[in-house]
């Protein structure tokens, strides 16, 4: 199981390290990120404003101040100079795909993904497509009433549990599966089926993918999903140029 670096107490990547080789992880808390707001981008400000409870928006700020300034050391530039944009719907191709660090034509950049749950997000940068979730364990009625949507192998995994073992083993295998979809860029669109990612203590992993466990805390489950090879379930697509 991977372990993440508290964000505000471990060090950020080097400057000017680029992505690391194997994805970094950060547990984000509000009360550790002090960036001023003006850090973030036309757009992001804009989402900022439309929330409409303020710990979603106060744990949105800090993400993305907190995910700046992540991608900035990797790239050695100030934290506003981070430019974000989204990379081609998988589905139809529109510019409203998954968020992606523009790429400038001159140095490889960052791939990152973010998730919440509760106050804490989570954040994971890599040099290859990677994808990151936290979930909260539901009751066992959401884990039962949810549990349809997951793979034929994985509802069989849950029924052969224990009742009170049921919600834990769902967040983890929907956390797996969240992480996958991210780093592809796919999402729910075609339902939670595939991939299969399985309910027990060890995670499976589609062809070209590795997925790990994340430890988040107690009443959490979290997961790393990242790309390994070229030919894989789900191509993840190129980057859009800035």
């Known amino acids: 199981m991977k372990r993440p670096a508290p964000y505000g107490t471990a060090a950020l ?23 001023p707001v003006d850090v973030l981008d036309t757009a992001e400000r804009a989402r900022l404003k439309g929330f409409v409870r303020e710990r979603d928006r106060a744990r949105y700020r800090a993400a993305h101040l907190a995910l700046r300034r992540l991608l900035g050391a990797c790239l050695d530039v100030p934290p506003r100079e981070v430019a974000l944009t989204r990379a081609p719907c998988r589905e139809c191709g529109g510019p409203h795909g998954r968020p992606v660090v523009a790429a400038d034509g001159r140095r490889p950049v960052p791939y990152f993904s973010l998730a919440y749950a509760g106050d ?45 073992a049921r919600p834990a083993a769902f967040a983890r295998c929907w956390a797996r599966k969240e992480a996958c979809l991210k780093g592809t860029g796919l999402g729910l669109a075609q339902g939670g089926a595939e991939p299969y990612v399985g309910c027990g203590a060890r995670a499976a992993a589609p062809p070209g993918w590795a997925v790990h466990d994340v430890e988040a805390g107690r009443g959490r489950a979290a997961a790393v999903a990242v790309l390994r090879h070229a030919t894989v379930w789900g191509s993840c697509g190129a980057l859009p140029e800035s």
């Open 13 to 35: 990547p080097a400057p000017g390290s680029g992505a690391p080789d194997e994805p970094r992880l950060w547990l984000i808390d509000p009360s550790a990120v002090d960036d």
């Open 120 to 164: 804490l997000a989570l954040a994971a940068v890599a040099a290859a497509p990677v994808g990151v979730d936290v979930e909260d364990v539901p009751s066992l009625r959401t884990a039962a009433g949810t549990a349809g949507a997951l793979h034929p192998r994985e509802r069989a995994e849950l029924r052969a549990l224990p009742r009170s």
